[in-house]
């Protein structure tokens, strides 16, 4: 198959299809892979043991504390919520294509983005919007409910600024046709 007219496959977040798309249908870029952002709660036995993580709760959208909370309290270790900004990757032609897409990513907002491979040019899109602490721990509570509270919503907004971004940077990327 053509590496430059690869179809886009597997899982993807609805809120960034349209923006793959639009990726994906222009000369000299191909998707790689791409998440839209999203909030978790995680267990972890240790810091760094990425193997023996397990997901207690993901969400790709704002998330409501109490559903945190039920997530944090399935902990049998180290219950963490991480709010992750939305990341992209995108194989480009050349050189200058990358700098193009670098330079839309860094207008759209995006100032965390760089070529990452120099092999396919690969562009690593993503930003600083990102949480992430311990919050329970063997099934209960470090932290007070008010507190959590508190920290979600501040995930929440995080979040939607993460995929505003996203929104900035598709009609940047529209333009590249015209």
Known sequence: MDFWRRKIGGEIDQDIFELLKIVNSLDGY????????RIAVIDIPEVGDKKAVKFL???????????VINAALKSEQWGWLIQYPPILHVACRTVE??????NAAN????????IISLKNHV????SFERTELPIAYSKKLLVTEYYLKQVVEFANIKLKR????LKRLQSIIKTFSE
């Open 107 to 114: 207008q759209a907002g995006f100032r965390r983005s760089g």
């Open 162 to 165: 993460g995929k505003e971004k």
């Open 57 to 67: 709760g993901k969400w790709h959208d704002v998330v409501e504390c109490k559903a």
């Open 30 to 37: 191909v998707t790689l892979s791409s998440c839209s952002g």
């Open 97 to 102: 294509d990358a700098e193009r897409f670098m």
């Open 123 to 126: 562009v690593e899109i993503t």
